[in-house]
């Protein structure tokens, strides 16, 4: 079998051709998607509620845009690196099979260039226009996520999600300390709560895919373990991120608005959480396990629970 017929029924269109020839606006977009778009919008869903928090109120509009800028040169930097490295995977996978390496809209070398690029600006960016611990916090959020996740976890380990998932965790730190030009208790535990999200959040998603990353030796959890042992990791770690997410008020961070908020979205989640792992128990597989449900309420809960950071030093 050739490399091309070994590829997904979707990427068999797709014969790599002269990146240069192709037409300007396809290019343009190609380079956007090798930032990963949808992945940077959760980050910074993550960064610019935790600046409110950190300023109590409305911190320097012109900070925030720096910082969003920064963060997402940033983390296209890193999503682009990514895309360089698995592209021999990417190529295989029905999921990965239209991004522009696996489709030859953009060159390996090209990407590896822009990936540079863009990881260099994003630090002197953070570093002359935000402050050097943001740069710093930045440059280690990007190479966590390349080297550590990328390079050695992902194809090593199913604990790969787990500790890869740090890197996610970084927008917290970079968000209050663009702010404060410091870490604190509060931006500490809002990292574990994304620490402790990550895992269930993601795991759903590949018990969707774990064909494909079965197929490519990727040793995601779902591959490794049944659906009962996934889901009921899925529960642990949902009831530890619920816990932490609640540690704010009491600590005198937050109040009453986003307690409330904390709690009915905590509660809504592990009744999902749950139910997922009682269809696991009962042997439920295929389109009924419903297993992206709670992956599209995660997406939901951190974007409330978020929102309520920065809603909450207005009404306290």
Same mark, same amino acid.
């Given at each position: 079998?050739?490399?091309?017929?070994?590829?997904? #029924?979707?990427?068999?269109?797709?014969?790599?051709?002269? /990146?240069?020839?192709?037409?300007?606006?396809?290019?343009?977009?190609?380079?956007?998607? !090798?930032?990963? /778009?949808?992945?940077?919008?959760?980050?910074? %869903?993550?960064?610019?509620?935790?600046?409110? +928090?950190?300023?109590?109120?409305?911190?320097?509009?012109?900070?925030? !845009?720096?910082?969003?800028?920064?963060?997402?040169?940033?983390?296209?930097?890193?999503?682009?690196?990514?895309?360089? *490295?698995?592209?021999? $995977?990417?190529?295989?996978? #029905?999921?990965?099979?239209?991004?522009? +390496?696996?489709?030859?809209?953009?060159? /390996?070398?090209?990407?590896?260039?822009?990936?540079?690029?863009?990881?260099?600006?994003?630090?002197?960016?953070?570093?002359?226009?935000?402050?050097?611990?943001?740069? %710093?916090? &930045?440059?280690?959020?990007?190479?966590?996520?390349?080297?550590?996740?990328? %390079?050695? +976890?992902?194809?090593?380990?199913?604990?790969?999600?787990?500790?890869?998932?740090?890197?996610?965790?970084?927008?917290?730190? $970079?968000?209050?300390?663009?702010?404060?030009?410091?870490?604190?208790?509060?931006?500490? *535990?809002?990292? +574990?709560?994304?620490?402790?999200?990550?895992?269930?959040?993601?795991?759903?998603?590949? %018990?969707?895919?774990?064909?494909?990353?079965?197929?490519?030796?990727?040793?995601?959890? /779902?591959?490794?373990?049944?659906?009962?042992?996934?889901?009921?990791? $899925?529960?642990?770690? &949902?009831?530890?991120?619920?816990?932490?997410?609640?540690?704010?008020?009491?600590?005198?961070?937050?109040?009453?608005?986003?307690?409330?908020?904390?709690?009915?979205?905590?509660?809504?989640?592990?009744?999902?959480?749950?139910?997922?792992?009682?269809?696991?128990?009962?042997? $439920?597989?295929?389109?009924?396990?419903?297993?992206?449900?709670?992956?599209?309420?995660?997406?939901?809960?951190?974007?409330?629970?978020?929102?309520?950071?920065?809603?909450?030093?207005?009404?306290?």
């Amino acid at each position: 079998m050739t490399a091309v017929e070994s590829r997904p #029924a979707g990427a068999l269109s797709q014969v790599p051709g002269s /990146p240069g020839k192709r037409p300007f606006g396809a290019r343009v977009k190609a380079f956007v998607a !090798l930032t990963k /778009p949808r992945v940077i919008e959760l980050l910074l %869903m993550t960064t610019v509620p935790v600046m409110f +928090l950190a300023a109590k109120g409305v911190p320097d509009l012109w900070l925030v !845009l720096a910082t969003c800028i920064g963060g997402y040169l940033s983390a296209g930097g890193a999503g682009a690196f990514n895309m360089y *490295i698995d592209r021999d $995977i990417d190529a295989l996978m #029905a999921r990965t099979a239209q991004r522009p +390496l696996v489709t030859g809209m953009v060159s /390996p070398r090209e990407c590896l260039v822009f990936a540079t690029t863009l990881a260099v600006g994003s630090t002197a960016w953070f570093w002359f226009l935000v402050n050097p611990l943001s740069a %710093m916090l &930045s440059l280690g959020a990007l190479l966590f996520y390349v080297v550590v996740y990328t %390079m050695i +976890l992902k194809r090593r380990t199913a604990q790969n999600i787990v500790w890869g998932g740090i890197a996610g965790c970084m927008p917290v730190f $970079i968000g209050w300390s663009s702010v404060t030009n410091s870490v604190s208790w509060a931006a500490l *535990i809002l990292f +574990l709560v994304i620490f402790f999200w990550t895992p269930p959040h993601y795991w759903p998603l590949s %018990m969707k895919v774990k064909d494909d990353y079965e197929r490519v030796g990727v040793p995601m959890l /779902p591959v490794i373990a049944g659906n009962k042992a996934v889901a009921r990791q $899925i529960v642990a770690y &949902s009831w530890v991120m619920v816990a932490v997410s609640l540690l704010l008020q009491p600590l005198g961070y937050t109040g009453w608005f986003y307690t409330v908020v904390a709690v009915a979205c905590g509660a809504f989640w592990l009744k999902e959480a749950h139910g997922l792992q009682a269809r696991a128990k009962a042997g $439920i597989t295929g389109a009924k396990l419903k297993e992206m449900r709670l992956f599209h309420w995660s997406i939901t809960y951190v974007s409330l629970l978020f929102v309520a950071v920065a809603v909450d030093p207005f009404l306290r």
